[in-house]
């Protein structure tokens, strides 16, 4: 029996013990030298003997992290029992499963069992005690109070905390449930998907025990479209964008998402990305819409516009001194075309090479490439110019002939296009179109020379035949790089203005004289190759003969 009515409630035994310890305590010291404590003795001064102890709950099990209440109760000889958890010694066989943190409190420390042992005196009794793993106590659900907008979706976390104080990710194991799918959804990894405006609570749960968390999505106000009133030239599309406003002043780009409209389809018809195409000239209200919030923008048709210029010639090649009209013309954004030639602004990528005119006729001034370029505005288009080297050729007749007493000319000048020396390479042909003389002459820029055809250019065949019908033809090429002017090692470059006088015989003595320009055409690779080799052929000779002279001036 314990002391009194007041320590039969368990939750005061501590105390009641504590009292039933003191008074035996006294009641030894009135005994004196005969008396025992009852730590170390099991009978009272009343002369009852302590015969045995209970010790409860039996067999009890808690989860690793936990701690257990074991309770002592004294069995006395007289037949009466007394709680005694204060006043016995406690230990536990296995220390490092559960240790004694109190009187009979057991706290548990691994995975395990151990015995639970009251000692008094001569007295002891044991209980088993099981501790088992670490159980969940709670979960909780973050991000915490997330406000989305309609559309956005988060991962959510569940984090387990377990009676060992330990915590796991829970994330992918546990159960996930929104109180509202309307709002927001969850899908089975924590996944929440923004639905539209409201509130609702995301809810993880691990066997028992659940953690949640209330998830706000924004509700959309407005929606603005862009750009503002625009003018879409005739015949081209112009993209417009959605831009949403949600009550928690986010914005959001809703042009995917909404449903476009057009108060006039065969004018401004819109697609379902919000892309709108000029069809006719005119107006047309476009709207954006989602859900019951709406926007809209004017858009207004315009006149076509100039997108892109052809020029014509695409490719072309000159000649050094020659020129070419180019043409420009425009292509709208309706498809329609329009000459422009008049009123774009002609260009060339490189003035040395070709220069071009306000009304698109190049100049070809130098040997080389370049681009001739038309702009108007945004709009351009290009063509490629290549210029090659000058081949200047005429015919002469009436050279040479038996009495009569006139003589033909071939004058070189070189207009100083370069603004240096140039070589005039001159090759003389037969009638056969035969290499009979060559040679080169040095002309000074603005210098002019005169080369008789009788006595500088046919005097000296290599046939011996004197030539008295022919073809002269003159290649301009760079001084610097070849200064002794030798046709059979030539750098076509330069310009270089040729005409001739002519000889023209009527029989007899009845003779007359024409003058009229070389004709000028681009001097080809297989051109210059084969003159280059003709006139080193005549070099090797060594007689003389096929080498012309320069005549005089300069």
């Not at 009194?4 to 013990?17: D, E, F, Q």
């Not at 796991?168 to 405006?197: H, N």
């Not at 052809?310 to 329609?336: C, H, I, K, M, R």
């Not at 003058?515 to 681009?522: A, C, K, Y």
Request: charged share 5%; hydrophobic share 35%; aromatic share 4%.
């Amino acid at each position: 029996m314990r002391p009194s009515s007041y320590c039969s409630t368990r939750g005061r035994a501590y105390v009641c013990a504590l009292l039933s310890a003191v008074s035996l305590i006294l009641a030894g010291s009135l005994i004196g030298c005969g008396g025992t404590n009852a730590n170390t003795s099991t009978t009272q001064s009343s002369g009852k003997t302590l015969r045995s102890i209970s010790i409860t709950p039996g067999n009890a099990t808690v989860t690793l992290g936990s701690s257990a209440q074991f309770w002592a109760t004294g069995n006395y000889s007289d037949g009466s029992k007394a709680d005694i958890t204060s006043v016995v010694s406690w230990n536990t066989s296995q220390p490092s499963v559960a240790v004694v943190s109190a009187p009979g409190m057991i706290a548990s420390k691994s995975v395990g069992t151990t015995s639970v042992n009251a000692v008094m005196g001569a007295v002891s009794a044991s209980q088993s005690l099981t501790v088992t793993a670490a159980a969940l106590v709670s979960v909780s659900v973050g991000p915490q109070n997330l406000s989305l907008r309609p559309g956005v979706s988060v991962q959510l976390t569940a984090t387990g905390t377990y009676s060992d104080g330990s915590h796991q990710d829970l994330t992918s194991s546990a159960a996930w449930t929104s109180s509202a799918i309307a709002v927001a959804a969850v899908g089975p990894t924590g996944v929440a998907t923004a639905v539209t405006g409201g509130s609702t609570t995301i809810t993880a749960t691990s066997g028992s025990v659940s953690g949640n968390d209330l998830l706000s999505v924004a509700s959309l106000v407005s929606i603005a479209v862009t750009p503002s009133a625009p003018t879409v030239p005739l015949g081209e599309q112009q993209q417009l964008s959605a831009t949403g406003t949600f009550s928690d002043g986010s914005t959001q780009d809703l042009t995917s998402s909404a449903t476009w409209s057009s108060s006039a389809a065969g004018t401004v018809p819109v697609s379902a990305t919000g892309l709108v195409s000029a069809l006719m000239q005119g107006t047309a209200t476009v709207t954006a819409q989602s859900g019951s919030i709406a926007g809209s923008d004017i858009v207004t048709v315009g006149p076509p516009v100039l997108v892109s210029i052809n020029v014509l010639p695409a490719n072309s090649t000159l000649a050094v001194g020659t020129t070419e009209q180019f043409s420009a013309s425009g292509v709208y954004s309706d498809g329609s075309t329009k000459d422009v030639t008049s009123i774009v602004t002609w260009g060339s990528a490189d003035s040395t090479i070709a220069t071009i005119t306000t009304g698109g006729t190049a100049y070809a001034a130098q040997v080389g490439n370049t681009s001739i370029t038309a702009t108007s505005g945004s709009a351009s288009g290009s063509a490629e110019l290549v210029v090659d080297p000058l081949l200047a050729v005429t015919y002469f007749s009436g050279a040479n002939t038996s009495g009569l007493t006139a003589d033909g000319t071939v004058r070189i000048d070189n207009p100083g296009v370069t603004g240096g020396n140039l070589c005039a390479m001159v090759y003389v042909f037969d009638s056969n179109q035969e290499m009979s003389e060559c040679c080169g002459c040095q002309v000074t820029p603005d210098g002019l020379l005169t080369l008789s055809v009788n006595t500088d250019l046919t005097a000296n065949p290599l046939t011996g035949s004197v030539l008295q019908t022919g073809v002269i033809e003159v290649v301009p090429a760079d001084y610097a790089s070849n200064p002794t002017c030798s046709p059979a090692a030539i750098t076509p470059s330069g310009l270089v203005a040729t005409w001739a006088t002519h000889v023209q015989s009527f029989g007899g003595n009845t003779f007359t004289e024409t003058e009229d320009s070389f004709q000028r055409t681009p001097l080809s690779q297989t051109q210059l190759s084969t003159l280059q080799s003709d006139c080193t052929f005549v070099g090797v000779l060594g007689s003389g003969h096929g080498v012309c002279t320069c005549g005089y001036g300069d």
